[in-house]
T-cell receptor
């Protein structure tokens, strides 16, 4: 059983479209992080959310943490080809700081 | 700040040989580092938690005698894949946990190909 369900797994859209990636769990997380990874490279941290109901914006990216701290979403407005990559959500539950990763969303933005 | 390096970035070896991968935190101390494995177009799978000065903690299903971890200093952890086989070919990524926070900073990964 996947602790963090991430959807969709694959997404191919046209430049200029909006999209939302979801990360859901039945467990409560003390914090949740979103990463972006390009082929052959390590994940790069985009944002960390820690408070239930929190909303953070990073240019065209909007991140939300659910009120119960069990789910999160990433919304991209007016996607660009440079947004193409693997988006990963990951949560921390205990005090050992181990990250539990979702399966990832492979996003392709076509020009 | 908060840069993590890995060496080598890419390695090809023959079946049966051992390969050592280094993970360094360049500008911060990291008592705890993590080793992950990633297959193409898949997510990261945690292999083990590396603790400075003590034994590593391995995730279920990961052979500790095959994947040797040494965390000898506050800025360096090494992963040695012993007697490598083609099925060990993968992308290995480390992360370092800042001693004063919750954020893990990831290395650029090491691509291992076992022939």
């Amino acid at each position: 059983t996947q602790l963090l369900e991430q959807s969709p797994q694959f997404l191919s859209i046209q430049e200029g479209e909006n999209l939302t990636v979801y990360c859901n769990s039945s467990s409560v997380f003390s914090s949740l992080q979103w990463y972006r990874q390009e082929p052959g490279e390590g994940p790069v941290l985009l944002v960390t959310v820690v408070t239930g109901g929190e909303v953070k914006k990073l240019k065209r990216l909007t991140f939300q943490f659910g009120d119960a701290r069990k789910d999160s979403s990433l919304h991209i407005t007016a996607a660009q080809p440079g947004d193409t990559g693997l988006y990963l959500c990951a949560g921390i539950r205990g005090s050992n700081y181990k990250l539990t990763f979702g399966k990832g969303t492979l996003l392709t933005v076509n020009p | 700040g908060a840069v993590v390096s890995q060496h080598p970035s890419r390695v090809i070896c023959k079946s049966g040989t051992s390969v050592k991968i280094e993970c360094r935190s360049l500008d911060f101390q990291a008592t705890t580092m993590f080793w992950y494995r990633q297959f193409p177009k898949q997510s990261l799978m945690l292999m083990a938690t590396s603790n400075e000065g003590s034994k590593a903690t391995y995730e279920q299903g990961v052979e500790k005698d095959k994947f040797l971890i040494n965390h000898a200093s506050l800025t360096l952890s090494t992963l040695t894949v012993t007697s490598a086989h083609p099925e060990d070919s993968s992308f290995y990524i480390c992360s370092a946990l800042q001693d004063w926070g919750e954020t893990q900073y990831f290395g650029p990964g090491t691509r291992l190909l076992v022939l």
